[in-house]
């Protein structure tokens, strides 16, 4: 089975700061990668997404990712974070010939205005 | 936002009452996924379906089981509740081929006394 690992399970920064998020996942095949955002309070909605193609992807609200896939990784990036952004993380990766989708345990983001 | 409802939104019930979670999509997606979200756990799944009657288990399945009869319609059943089932439990759809993203539910938050 697949895992992800997110490493940074609680953040705190303040407004204007940049804002790099790790995740780490093992399958060594062709994978789908995605980041998701949950409120509080509220469901998870996907913030970027990457198939194929350019590793650097670009998401909502100024967030990107980028697909190293010597490293297994797919860290979620912000060059200024705004106190809206508080919320909680999750990485998540699906092998390109399954639908079964692995979620990392999610890192709780804190922003201070 | 993907038409995915989830009833009901709240539910308190008491240890060994059964307790029925529905899913219900607009989308016509081929895949209908039930997680649990808990803290420091991320989200797990539970169950899946791929097509009408057709579902798999996931890695905390345990203690649930789930009916497709129609394209629309997932539903959770916790046969005799339990309080380690107190949880915040997600509905996700995702289309079938390489190339989906999943899109979640509001969510349903279950309360065994």
């Known amino acids: 089975a697949q895992s992800v690992s997110q490493h940074n399970h609680h953040v705190i920064l303040s407004e204007a700061a940049s804002l790099e998020l790790g995740c780490n996942y093992s399958y060594g095949g062709t994978v789908n990668l995605f980041w998701y955002v949950q409120y509080p309070g509220q469901h998870l909605q996907l913030l970027l997404k990457y198939f194929s193609g350019d590793p650097l992807v670009k998401g909502i609200k100024g967030f990107e990712a980028e697909f190293i896939k010597s490293k297994f990784s797919f860290n979620l990036r912000k060059p200024s974070v705004q106190w809206s952004d508080t919320a909680e993380y999750f990485c998540?990766?699906?092998?390109?010939?399954?639908?079964?989708?692995?979620f990392g345990t999610g890192t709780s983001l804190t922003v201070i205005p | 936002d993907a038409g995915i409802t989830q009833s009901p939104r709240h539910k308190v019930t008491e240890t060994g009452t059964p307790v029925t979670l529905r899913c219900h999509q607009t989308?016509?997606?081929?895949?209908m996924y039930w997680y649990r979200q808990d803290p420091g756990h991320g989200l797990r799944l539970i169950h899946y379906s791929y097509g009408v009657k057709d579902t798999d288990k996931g890695e905390v399945s345990d203690g649930y089981s789930v009916s497709r009869s129609k394209t629309e319609d997932f539903l959770l059943t916790l046969e005799s509740a339990t309080s380690s089932q107190t949880s915040v439990y997600f509905c996700?759809?995702?289309?079938?081929?390489?190339?989906?993203?999943?899109?979640f539910g509001p969510g349903t938050r279950l309360t065994v006394l």
């Open positions: 989308e016509n997606h081929r895949y």
């Open positions: 996700a759809i995702s289309g079938a081929g390489r190339y989906n993203e999943q899109f």
């Open positions: 998540a990766v699906n092998a390109n010939t399954g639908n079964q989708f692995y």
